[in-house]
């Protein structure tokens, strides 16, 4: 839903993980799901040649419990479902109690998020 979207979007957590990642801008300008996703996939494939898997990748790897947790849920809606299975060892979902709060929220509305 655009509400979820918005409030994700707006929300502390999802904000910090875009910035952590460098790659912020997409965020901001993101309308809906279906924009951010379209808008990483390209950044990733014709823009910047793997720059989304990259920064992806080193976020996780300075991520606290609750960052990881919601940076995976992020990979997966943005279609890169593979690379978050790659990162927790095929643990993604497992991983999902160790967020809270706003954290927790977040991750709810990536999960939710509509194709």
């Known amino acids: 839903m655009v509400d979820d979207f918005q409030s994700f979007k707006a929300g502390h ?3 910090a993980m875009f910035i952590k990642m460098g790659i912020e801008e997409y965020l901001k300008a993101a309308q ?3 924009m951010l996703r379209s808008m990483i996939v390209d950044l990733n494939d014709n823009k910047k040649r793997g720059c989304f898997v990259d ?3 080193h976020a996780y ?3 606290s419990s609750g960052e990881r ?3 995976l849920a992020i990979m997966y809606v ?3 479902a593979w690379l978050a299975d790659e990162l927790s060892d095929g ?3 497992r991983r999902m109690r160790s967020a809270g709060g706003d954290y927790r929220r977040a991750v709810a509305a990536c ?3 509509e194709a």
């Open 32 to 34: 809906s799901w279906r």
């Open 13 to 15: 957590p999802a904000r």
């Open 91 to 93: 643990q993604a979902w």
């Open 55 to 57: 920064a992806a990748r």
């Open 78 to 80: 943005c279609d890169f």
């Open 111 to 113: 999960i939710g998020a």
């Open 61 to 63: 790897g300075g991520a």
């Open 69 to 71: 947790v919601l940076l």
